[in-house]
């Protein structure tokens, strides 16, 4: 079982790049999927969330309008769109994925409720 980010790189304020998060040895499809990201120097911080069951989509304020998540079920893949990019979306970006129950209904946003994770890809927006 693992899952396995990528797609970061260096791009300029205002550029885009889509993050993938790709499974191996389970089907996304039964799993809520997070995406994070952790700056130098900060703690990790929740960025967008999609559930398993209805599509649900939540997004960080600090993204909202900005990134867009969305599911291909058939390459069992997760993707993060980020657009319109800020210096200060800098960081490793890391996919998380879990399946259980969860009592809180914002339990997406809290990295430690997360079963599995990706490896993290860099982003770094930078003139």
């Known amino acids: 079982v693992q899952l396995q980010a990528s797609g970061g790189g260096l791009v300029q304020p205002g550029g885009c790049l889509r993050l993938?998060?790709?499974?191996?040895?389970?089907?996304?499809?039964?799993?809520?999927i997070g995406w994070f990201r952790q700056a130098p120097g900060k703690e990790r911080e929740w960025v967008s969330y999609?559930?398993?069951?209805?599509?649900?989509?939540n997004y960080a304020d600090s993204v909202k309008g900005r990134f867009a998540i969305s599911r291909d079920h058939a390459k069992n893949t997760v993707y993060l769109q980020m657009n319109s990019l800020k210096p200060e979306d800098t960081a490793v970006y890391y996919c998380?994925?879990?399946?259980?129950?969860?009592?809180?209904?914002?339990?997406?946003?809290?990295?430690?409720?997360?079963?599995?994770w990706g490896q993290g890809t860099q982003v770094t927006v930078s003139s």
């Open positions: 998380a994925a879990d399946g259980s129950l969860h009592a809180s209904p914002a339990w997406y946003k809290d990295k430690d409720e997360y079963h599995y």
């Open positions: 993938s998060c790709a499974a191996s040895g389970f089907t996304l499809d039964y799993y809520a």
């Open positions: 999609i559930s398993s069951s209805d599509g649900r989509r």
